[in-house]
């Protein structure tokens, strides 16, 4: 198989080990819109060259080269060589990445009708109305402003504040038993989450497993919100992160692209099987026997 992704992006080398059949997970989330080619002899380039940046070759004794910014080299179930660039530290999005959070969850007690509802939180609760508290915005000052223009839903934007721990459906579990697998291995735990300072006190009492992380850096606490490359700059400042020796977790396309962008190992979180295929393709998880 032969892998031409988009484009190269000049980083340090470094190894992994993990089974040549894992490696298109984690390709697909390093260069979507790759090109597969299913035999080498396909492959637009000189057999015996070096192979160009941003190609992946498989050759006879199943050692596989993966050009696309780095160089990825393995054996099924052996681990050829390790460099300074291996991955130490694993930072996580929270909302919808560890932590199930939705605004569903509490209006549909308050609403009868699904359509209404959905009204309601596409044009007066908006995500991007709500995104303004996750940037610092005091809630107090949400709802005056939003209740003015919507007088007739005064009850309803009020209980978005009042009533916001009902929005908290618990946690991700699969997600967490991903998290606790690499606190056991000795990873270094950042969190960054777009979230208002105001309510954030609530999910730090309510799940336990926030206390892992080393270091949480909250977009409301910042006034600055992802997909901010400020914001990025600032978690790996204050803790002294190497953006190259860093995988980022994120369901938010946008924030995963913008983390990409500054030189972290970024991953959209699809689903937590997904997830667990790609940290053990990085080599960060043991392969399930």
């Given amino acids: 198989m032969t892998v031409v992704p988009p484009k190269f992006t000049g980083k340090s080398p470094f190894h992994v080990a993990v089974p040549a059949a894992r490696l298109v997970p984690w390709i697909e989330h390093h260069s979507p819109g790759c090109t597969v080619f299913d035999e080498l002899s396909k492959f637009p380039g000189r057999r015996g060259k070096t192979p160009c940046p941003g190609t992946l070759l498989d050759t006879s004794n199943g050692t596989v080269k993966y050009y696309v910014g780095v160089s990825l080299n393995v054996r099924d179930g052996k681990q050829l060589s390790t460099t300074p660039d291996a991955i130490e530290v694993v930072v996580f999005d929270l909302g919808g990445v560890l932590i199930d959070w939705n605004p569903r969850y509490l209006y549909r007690k308050l609403f009868e009708d699904d359509a209404a509802l959905e009204h309601f939180l596409s044009g007066v609760c908006t995500p991007e109305w709500n995104e303004q508290q996750d940037a610092g915005r005091l809630w107090s000052e949400a709802v005056a402003e939003l209740t003015a223009r919507h007088s007739d839903h005064a009850a309803m934007i009020a209980a978005y504040h009042q009533r916001w721990p009902e929005m908290l459906g618990g946690d991700i579990p699969e997600t967490v038993e991903i998290l606790k697998e690499l606190k056991a291995r000795g990873l270094r735990l950042y969190a960054l989450t777009n979230w208002s300072h105001e309510t954030f006190h609530v999910a730090r009492s309510r799940f336990a497993f926030l206390d892992w992380f080393e270091g949480i850096v909250v977009s409301g606490e910042e006034r600055l919100i992802k997909p901010d490359p400020a914001i990025f700059h600032r978690l790996l ?25 500054l030189g972290l190992h970024a991953l959209q979180f699809i689903d937590a099987h997904r997830l667990r295929q790609n940290l053990t393709a990085l080599g960060l998880l043991r392969t399930a026997c």
């Fill in 237 to 261: 400042t204050r803790y002294g992160i190497e953006a190259s020796r860093a995988v980022y977790i994120d369901d938010s396309a946008r924030n995963v692209s913008a983390a990409g962008s």
